[in-house]
């Protein structure tokens, strides 16, 4: 089946710095990924979709220039978190569309900001 | 606004009981249905998916999941639980056209021995 491979499954840095999230889809090619922030004990919020070749769409409230989105290819899109703050700390998640009818997850990043 | 109601947060069952997780939605048109099974640090992994068809689906694991269109519903059940299937459970609702899921609040399983 569909497998995407996120990376790293946890990292924790320094506040002030910046962190990248890598999502890749082994064996398929996914023009669309998505990417989740899910706090404790929470439900799944959609942060952005990423879009192969062109510039992410945002949902509301997030803010872009903190949330870099790069898909610069078919297989991988990226979330870089810039200037980190301990309000950062999450786990995200990201998806990607293997085909008309299914989504596949990463297994996650927990990010902590100290 | 597609939106999916999970009512139960947290649910206890002795192993080798039946299971049943509640989930509704709302949406206009004919949703396409989730669900999910996250376990703690992990990502999501499917364990069964409505589109169309036969109104009851099976997945993965022994789960089923009925799709009730006149009661905006889509509840997950399995006859007899697992110690393994402690868990959190999501239920999703996603849009006809390629764009994102929308996912319930979670509903977490804790199995008795």
């Known amino acids: 089946g569909a497998v995407v491979s996120q990376h790293p499954s946890r990292v924790i840095c320094k506040s002030g710095t910046s962190v990248k999230i890598e999502c890749r889809s082994l064996?398929?090619?996914?023009?669309?990924m998505f990417w989740y922030r899910q706090f404790p004990k929470q439900s799944l919020m959609l942060m952005a979709t990423s879009n192969e070749g062109s510039k992410a769409t945002y949902e509301q409230g997030v803010e872009k220039d903190k949330f870099l989105i790069n898909h610069a290819s078919l297989t991988l899109s990226t979330l870089t978190v810039t200037s980190a703050h301990p309000e950062d700390s999450s786990f995200y998640i990201c998806?990607?569309?293997?085909?008309?009818?299914?989504?596949?997850f990463g297994s996650g990043t927990r990010l902590t900001v100290v | 606004a597609q939106s999916v109601t999970q009512p139960d947060i947290h649910i206890t069952v002795s192993e080798g009981a039946s299971l049943e997780l509640r989930c509704n939605y709302s949406y206009g048109a004919t949703p396409y249905l989730f669900w999910y099974v996250q376990s703690p640090g992990q990502g999501l992994q499917l364990l069964l998916k409505y589109f169309s068809g036969d109104t009851l689906v099976q997945g993965i694991k022994g789960f089923e999941a009925e799709f009730k269109r006149s009661q905006s519903s889509f509840n997950l059940r399995k006859p007899s639980v697992h110690w393994s299937d402690a868990a959190e459970y999501f239920c999703a609702v996603g849009e006809t056209s390629a764009r994102q899921l929308t996912f319930g609040s979670g509903t977490q399983l804790t199995v008795l021995p």
């Open positions: 064996d398929f090619q996914a023009t669309t």
């Open positions: 998806s990607a569309r293997d085909g008309p009818d299914g989504y596949t």
